[in-house]
Each structure stands twice: as structure tokens, then as C-alpha cells.
């Protein structure tokens, strides 16, 4: 199951760099980030809920197991 954050990405047919770019931080970064293998800083999550309209929220980016279902 995808975290919040890949499925909105994936759900507005933007890549990883498209939004990277946008957010001021690296492609690596932010595939940890949807990966769950590391957290966005409240800052980068402010950046990206802001960035996808808030579609996905801070809340969503920070704790994303919280919002997974099965």
C-alpha cells in the first residue's frame, strides 16, 4: 500500500523530481520520505501539502501509517 503522499503523485501523474524540484529538496529525499524509510521535516511537509493543494495534508505526510488501510 502506498503512503498518502506517492498516491496523490501518482494520482496527478507527477514524478518524483516534478515535485522535488518544486519543493526545494532532492528525489531521493522524497522517495524515502514515500517509502516511510525516513520523515519529512514539518517545514517539507508544510511544503508539500501546500504544493498538491492540500489533497494530502501536513498531518497525512508526517504520520503516514496512520492513513494506510488494508
Do not use: C, W
Not at 498516491?7 to 522535488?20: H, S, W
Not at 517509502?35 to 505526510?61: R, W
Amino acid at each position: 500500500m502506498y503512503s498518502p503522499l506517492k498516491q496523490v503523485r501518482i494520482k496527478r501523474g507527477q514524478t518524483l523530481n516534478d515535485v522535488a524540484q518544486a519543493v526545494g529538496t532532492d528525489s531521493g529525499n522524497l522517495s524515502r520520505i514515500e517509502n516511510q524509510k525516513q520523515t519529512a521535516s514539518p517545514d517539507l511537509a508544510e511544503k508539500l501539502a501546500k504544493h498538491f493543494g492540500y489533497e494530502v495534508t501536513e498531518i497525512q505526510i508526517l504520520y503516514p501509517e496512520r492513513f494506510q488501510h488494508a
